[in-house]
């Protein structure tokens, strides 16, 4: 559960539109630009994954050993 949240979080969850309706209502295009830090669901690698599941273990071993 942890693991999918994190990759939600660096997930780009922009929507892929094939028709420009602001350009028919002649307003300009839209720069096509991702927030930082946030990649396409295909550019994660296994070794991101294996970093988030590291993380979310340190995380998780830090919390029980409060």
Known sequence: MALSRQVQMERDNRRISGSPSRTNQGEPVKPKMRANNTRKQRELKQIDMNAMMLRS????????GK
């Open 57 to 64: 273990a340190e995380l998780r071993a830090a919390a029980v």
